[in-house]
């Protein structure tokens, strides 16, 4: 590693003055490691290096200081450039920002010794078609929601898959997830978790009016789902919590796997098994402790 980005936003963490402080202290400690800051970061330090975004796409390894919002703006900085990510957690949760301020130090050591793996997670493609014209494309690691315009109105989409009639969603929202995604709206809507090695895609209504339409994995190789509003109203496109491009009458809305990957880094952790049960209290078996004999 001849150089690591760093990724956080001012005033989303009170510990984000002390990371980027130890960061410039383990930075005077290794002068063959380029050190560089995303210039928004130039009213809490003047340490490190500050340089722009575009300056950014060219560092060996980034690393995303705060909670997932902070990973997912990591993950569209390294879209098309297979920069690998390591996330920081100084939030709450931190799903996808792993590891922890006490260990920054010591990744970052093994971090530039080679001390660790590479893990992929797909991505999602969407474009919006007026006819045959490209409206707007884009990418996303964590999901797609398709909303009303009018929080009073329900979206009413009609969904094909490959080519075939698959349903008619009449919901609140329509979320397609990916597995990084499965543990992010998607599981708080009720859907499946997904482990980030598998190759799927989830279709999740969020609060549809029939009883029988579930969350519905389907495969993401060579898969192709087109979405269209039935009535010809217009709707909101959000990728990945950020808003997005209308969705208006006439158009259509085709999703597919994207050739792009999102590589996280891995340094002597547990991962996705153990993130599970710390973060999110998977438990499995209720543990019974035995009655004391009296």
């Not at 150089?3 to 963490?13: K, L, M, N, T």
């Not at 098994?273 to 004999?293: D, F, H, N, Q, Y």
Request: hydrophobic share 40%; net charge positive; proline share 5%.
């Amino acid at each position: 590693m001849k150089s690591i980005g760093i990724i956080a936003w001012p005033g989303r963490s009170e510990q984000l003055p002390q990371a980027l402080a130890r960061i410039a202290d383990w930075a005077g400690h290794n002068p063959k490691t380029k050190v560089l800051a995303i210039d928004v970061l130039g009213s809490i330090t003047s340490k490190l290096k500050l340089v722009s975004e575009s300056q950014l796409k060219k560092c060996d390894a980034l690393l995303a200081i705060g909670g997932d919002g902070t990973v997912l703006s990591a993950a569209r900085i390294a879209l098309s450039r297979n920069i690998p990510i390591l996330g920081v957690n100084t939030g709450r949760l931190g799903f996808l920002a792993e590891y922890h301020l006490e260990e920054l130090e010591a990744t970052l050591d093994m971090l530039i010794s080679g001390k660790f793996t590479i893990c992929p997670r797909i991505m999602l493609d969407f474009v919006i078609y007026d006819g045959r014209k490209i409206v707007v494309r884009d990418t996303v690691l964590n999901e797609v929601q398709i909303q009303a315009m009018d929080p009073q109105h329900m979206v009413d989409l009609e969904a094909r898959l490959n080519g075939s009639h698959l349903t008619e969603y009449w919901a609140d929202s329509l979320l397609i997830s990916t597995p990084t995604g499965s543990t992010a709206y998607n599981l708080s809507a009720g859907g499946p978790i997904l482990h980030p090695a598998t190759e799927a895609f989830i279709l999740n209504p969020v609060n549809p009016c029939s009883l029988s339409v579930r969350p519905l994995v389907i495969s993401a190789d060579k898969t192709n789902l087109t979405l269209q509003e039935c009535n010809g109203h217009p709707v909101r496109i959000w990728a990945d919590g950020r808003p997005g491009p209308i969705l208006g009458a006439g158009h259509r809305l085709e999703l597919s796997k994207s050739k792009w990957c999102t590589h996280f880094i891995q340094v002597n952790h547990f991962g996705f098994v153990e993130a599970l049960r710390s973060k999110l209290g998977w438990t499995g078996k209720p543990k019974i402790k035995a009655s004391a004999k009296g």
